[in-house]
């Protein structure tokens, strides 16, 4: 049995009348990370940070420490490797003490009072609840993915194809063609900013961690809605999103990708007919979602 807690740094005696933990997972992450955790306790309406630590190098992992011992507000989780994102989350919300969690990516950074919008927002909400937070690039723009549509194996292949460009044509996600409005209620928000409260993600058994990395949040997303709850994306909630800025290859992050879009479409087709679909167009999802790396990885070094 994995001993996870590796520290225990006492937390603040005083605490918020609606308590919230913050669960980062971090696999390295690179520079943006601290940028991140310092962005999070600087709100004082976080109650505690628990970062997951899945893997980083031994002088990022010093650092961490140091970084930890002169706040009162972190714990770190190490030595359990990387068991994947939604596993990780799972471990974070265990020991979590706040009556909400917000699960943050290492590279995001929150703006000051965006939580407790989130938490006040899921409170007027069916429970279970989910809210997103709004992503947004570094140039302010809402980044891809913030809300989206429901995701079938068609909407699949056009987002990841030049389809979703056609006008006659619907991705899954919203930014492009949908009008920003304070709060809307969607069939997903991106797990980079995801806030439930505790009941909600107990009720719901956390997340499935049969997805190693990407589809776990839509799945989560789907069993709220699925359950009788509600998710809405919160434009309020600001997040500046880096993203990819973990030192993992585009075409392993996309892979697992694939996988768990196969396994979400398999466990969620009822009909035999719509399981043989699956299984003839699989290598279909498979060339545009790879193909689509591969191009991401050399237009990278082309732009140097």
Known sequence: ????????????????KKRI???????????????????VLADSDVFELILVDNGNPNTIRKRLWN??????????????????????????????????????????????????????????????????????????TEQRG???????????FVSFTPLHR???FTSIHMAANEAEVAHQYVPT????????DRKSFNALGGFDERYFLHVEDIDLCRRVGMSGGQVCSLSTARVMHYGSTSEVRIQKVEFEKFKGFVRYFWDYSQKWWAKILLILSTPF???????RAWWLALRAVWRG
């Open 1 to 16: 049995m994995v001993n996870m807690i590796a520290k225990v740094i006492p937390l603040p005696i005083s605490t918020p």
């Open 21 to 39: 933990s913050v669960v980062v997972v971090s696999y390295y992450t690179g520079a943006a990370l601290f940028e991140c955790l310092q962005a």
């Open 67 to 140: 970084f930890a011992l002169k706040r009162n507000r972190i714990r770190i989780l190490q030595g359990h490797g990387n068991v994947g994102f939604g596993c990780a989350c799972n471990y974070g919300a265990k020991i979590a003490k706040g009556d909400n969690i917000l699960f943050l990516n290492p590279d995001a950074i929150i703006e000051k009072g965006a939580a407790m919008k989130m938490v006040d927002q899921g409170g007027q909400m069916q429970s279970p609840w989910i809210v997103g937070g709004f992503l947004q690039t570094i140039n302010g």
């Open 146 to 156: 913030t809300r989206r549509r429901a995701l079938t194996p068609w909407s699949a």
């Open 166 to 168: 056609l006008p006659w």
């Open 189 to 196: 928000v991106s797990g980079a900013c995801m806030m439930m």
């Open 285 to 291: 999802m498979f060339l545009a979602i790879m193909g």
